[in-house]
C-alpha cells in the first residue's frame, strides 16, 4: 500500500509499505478519507509522540475489506467512521466507559499504530461506527475529531440549553463545529476568531456573537452581556490554549466552566488563583469522543440537526500542501487527504 510518512519534522514521503493483516477480530480498513488536523501539525513539527517514520493521521473514514479470524464478518463490506484511540475494551478505564482515556489497547493513530495517511489501517469494533450513506467520506473522517471533540467538551463542562457557550479558536476544524453543535443542543454562542473577514461565517455557523482575539475580554464580556449575561459567559470551550486561555478565564462568569481541548503552543500557561477562587471557576481538561459519541454526532450529522463545513480536499502525494493550508490560518473547517 502507499503511505505519506514523516521522513523527519515537516517533511513527508509517499511510500510503500506492507498492508497490515487484522488479527483477533479486528478489521481492515481502506481509507477512503483522513483529515488533517492541529494534532497532525504538532506532530509534523516534532513537537508530540509521533517520530520520524510514522504514518500520521487520526480522522479517518472507509471501507472494512477484510476482519481477523475471531473477526464478526458481518462487519465485510461495511462504510466506517473510526474513532481515533483504538481501546483495548478490558481495562479499567474501558469498563468505566472512558475508552477515551484507554492505554490498554494499540493506542493512538498516528502516534502508537499508523495512521490513515495511507490506504490501509486497522482498527476495531470498539472504535468503528457505520456511516449512513448520507454521510459521504470526507465529511465521514472528520466526524469523530471535528465534531465529537466539541461534543465531548460540551458534556465536560455540562453545557445546557440557553447558557452562553465561548468558542476560542472558532474558525477551526474543531471551534466551528463545536460552534455548531452548541448552537444546535440550544446554547447561545459567542465565537472568538484571529480575523474580523471570518465573523460572517461564524455567525452563519449559528453564533450570537463573534469578538476577535484582539479585541480581548472587555469585548467578550460585552457580547455576553448584550446576551442576558452580564457577569460574563456560563462555559468556556478552549479550542487554542496557551494564546486565549487567559482571555478565555477573564471571561467567565462566576461558577463558570472552561474545558481546555487545545494546545496549539505546546507549554505552561498562567492561571490566577485569585480569580478562580473568587468566582469558584472550574477548569477541566478533555480529549476526544469516545464510540459513543461518535455515534451521538453520526446522528446529529445524518438527522439534519449538525451540518458540518465541506472539508477541503488533497490527494495522498499533496499530503505538504494539506498541512500548509492548515498552517496559513486561512482555512476555515478541515483539510482532508484522499488516499
Known sequence: ?????????????????????????????????CG??????????????????????????GRVEAVGPAGDTSWLGRRV?????????????CAAGHTNTCRGGPGFYGEDLPGGYAEYVLAGPLNAVALP????????AILSCALGTGLHA????????????????ASGGVGIHTVRIAAALGATVIAVTSSDSKKQTLLGSGAQAVVTVAEGAPAVRAAAA????????????????????????????????????????PGAVEVHLGLMILKELEIVGSAHANRRELLDVVDLVAGGKVTPVSPRVWPLDDVAAAHAAVDSGALVGRAVIRP
Open 226 to 265: 448584550n446576551l442576558g449575561r452580564p457577569r460574563g459567559a456560563d462555559v468556556a470551550i478552549e479550542t487554542t490554549g496557551t494564546p486565549t486561555f487567559g482571555l478565555s478565564l477573564k471571561a467567565l462568569a462566576p461558577r463558570g466552566r472552561l474545558a481546555v481541548v487545545g494546545n496549539t503552543d
Open 36 to 61: 488533517v488536523c492541529g494534532h497532525d501539525v504538532l506532530a509534523r513539527k516534532g513537537l508530540l509522540a509521533a517520530r520520524p517514520g510514522q504514518v500520521l493521521g487520526h480522522e479517518i473514514a
Open 81 to 93: 467512521a473510526l474513532v481515533q484511540r483504538f481501546p483495548c475494551g478490558t481495562c479499567a478505564e
Open 154 to 169: 460540551l458534556r465536560r463542562t455540562r453545557a445546557a440549553a440557553g447558557e452562553v457557550v465561548l468558542v476560542t479558536g
Open 1 to 33: 500500500m502507499r503511505a505519506a510518512v514523516l521522513t523527519a519534522p515537516d517533511r513527508f514521503e509517499v511510500q510503500n509499505r506492507p498492508v497490515p493483516e487484522p488479527a483477533a477480530d479486528q478489521l481492515l480498513v481502506r481509507v477512503a478519507a
Open 133 to 140: 450513506d448520507t454521510i459521504d467520506d470526507e465529511v465521514g
